[in-house]
């Protein structure tokens, strides 16, 4: 009896062990709610590497960047979903974020998602592919590319430029981690700044600041506005910009430009924006 319930005890783990993610693996960032009843049978992350993906009306791109593929399987005696399923689910979450659908048929789903700060985010969802069948798939394939945004290059021309055709600019000012105090290498960017508004003494602009959702609403409000302020301060101080041309404020985290469930997205709504007035 001993042997036997060994067994079964044995056989039990074995099964539990099976329907946990592969150690090491978990959900991307960007998309942390799986489909239900299915775990992570296999993973690859690769800082550097390459993807073919299908372009609807047009040639297959090759896409390179930062690559994450994740291998999602049937948990056992689970009820899987349709291909279509699959797509629709991976798809409309990146919609959602801002995404750009590039090819949709069957179980396979491609999307691009262009973000402010210029970086790229590639997705590629696969389902039915081998296991189970159209209506059920019991296994799908999600591969991620994350193409690194260039330095932002900040000039009085580009800034001037944006400024003419959009009505604003979005600028990446560093500030100290909860404070307003400016950080070294984000004074070129002032300066740059600087140089556009004293080139036009007719423009006036609101310096706007923006937070993450961390935190009060209360707190990233009022750190919002210091922060705006603290760049006014810099450019009528240090600059010579007319007090006249700049109003500061600050809105915390009231207009997100991504989505704050992930670094990556709360990166991007801490920021400073030129508005034209």
Known sequence: MKKIALFFSLLISGT?????????????????????????????????SAHTVPIA?????????????????????????????????????????GGKPMF??????VIQLKRPDGSEIWLDVAGYIGEGSAEETGLYVVTILEIAAMEQ????????????????TVLYIQFETGKSSVKQESVKIIEEMAKMLNADKALKVFIVGHTDN????????????????????????NYKVAASQLIGKGVGPLSPIANNNSEAGKKLNRRVEMVKQ
Not at 73 to 85: A, I
Not at 225 to 231: K, Q, S, Y
């Open 153 to 168: 290059v900040i000039t009085a021309k580009s800034l001037g430029d944006e400024l003419k055709n959009t009505g604003k």
């Open 104 to 109: 949709e048929e069957y179980g396979r789903g």
């Open 57 to 97: 009306g047009k040639p297959e791109k090759n896409i390179e960047g930062k690559k994450t593929v994740l291998q999602y399987k049937l948990k056992d005696g689970g009820k899987g979903v349709s291909e279509t399923f699959v797509r629709k689910n991976y798809i409309e979450a990146f919609k959602k974020q």
């Open 214 to 237: 961390v935190g009060a609403l209360d707190a990233n409000l009022k750190l919002s506005e210091e922060r705006a302020n603290a760049v006014v301060t810099m450019l009528t101080t």
């Open 16 to 48: 539990f062990f099976a329907q946990a993610d592969k150690e090491g693996c978990k959900d991307h960032e960007l998309i942390p709610n799986r489909l239900p009843g299915y775990y992570i049978s296999e993973c690859e992350k690769n800082d550097f």
